[in-house]
Every structure is written in C-alpha cells, then in structure tokens.
C-alpha cells in the first residue's frame, strides 16, 4: 500500500497523537457547531484506538484565526463523547503546562482533545516536513508521544505543521478513514 496503517503498530499502553480534520460548520449568528457529520466520520479510529488501549490525544482545527468560524473545540470533544459513549475531555490548552499534564495524566482507552491547532503561530505556514519538526508544537509534542496517526484526510494536501511535522521525528500510521480514502 506504501504506508503505514494501524495494523502495523501495537498501540496497547502506548501514547498516540491523531490529526484529525474535524473543521465544522458553524452557524454565524450562535457560532455554534451545525452538525457533527465530519466528526462522526472519523470515530472509528479513536474507537479503535480506544478499544486497543491506547493514550489517546487528538489535535485538529476550527476555521482560520480571524474568521467567525475559529471557535474554541470544546463542541466538538462533546460531539466525541456523543457518538463514542466515552468521554473525550477538551483541554483548552496546545503546548503548554496543562496540556503536557493532560497528555502525562491519561490512562489506557482514554481520549483528550487540545486546543485548536491554529492558535499557533506557525501552524499554517507552509514548509517542508522537516522544517516544520522543528516547529514549536512539534518539539514540544512529539517527545510525548509513541506514535503520530493522521486521520485528516481532507487537509492532508496542506504542508501544515500538525500535519507533516510529526512524520519526520515519530513512527506514523494513517487511520482508518485516510485508509479508506486513499
């Protein structure tokens, strides 16, 4: 297939980062999520990462800062837990202390989702994989971290740090809907 997928991994115990693209519609007026479909698409690879015990942190992102859209994903962690029957916690934080804790603090089969990657600067610039290992979010998540997951299908085509950075310095695997798409 010429990659990695979860098959080729044992995740068991084992802290794994996901890039999902969870980006949602968003009513302008209540700036409230309209629907949770595009979430609901890519359950099944927490559920299986869930299922196999894995320290699950998911990273994703809502709109562009600037647009009304860029909203924090808390509503989305709920529509998580709505369709996993699992709570998956929304830690409003990327890179800093609560998140290195959050992250340090999960047990086997849980799940947390971080802040909006595009609150960091950087984020959307586009480089090189290994220039963007050297990123902040990178240095700073990776060392984390057993095994980075890319789920994000519909913005793989982005040269986006929290897309192509964890490649260069983590084992990677693409999940099941990236699986099923390619």
Known sequence: MGFHT????????????LRLDINSPVDEKTLRLVDGSKIK????????????AAKTTVIAHQGRPGDYDYIPLNEHAAFMTHYLGRRVRYVDDLVGQQALKAIDALAEGECILLKNVRSLDGEQE?????????????????PK?????????????????SLVGFTDVLPSAAGRLMEREV
Do not use: C, M, Q
């Open 6 to 17: 979860l098959d080729d991994f044992d995740v068991r115990g084992g802290k794994v980062l």
């Open 41 to 52: 698409r890519s359950i099944a690879t927490v559920r299986e990462l869930l299922d196999r």
């Open 126 to 142: 586009k480089k090189a994989p290994e220039a963007h290992a050297s990123s902040e979010l990178v240095k700073t998540l990776a």
């Open 145 to 161: 971290f057993d095994l980075f997951v890319n789920d994000a299908f519909a913005s793989s085509h982005r040269s986006h740090a």
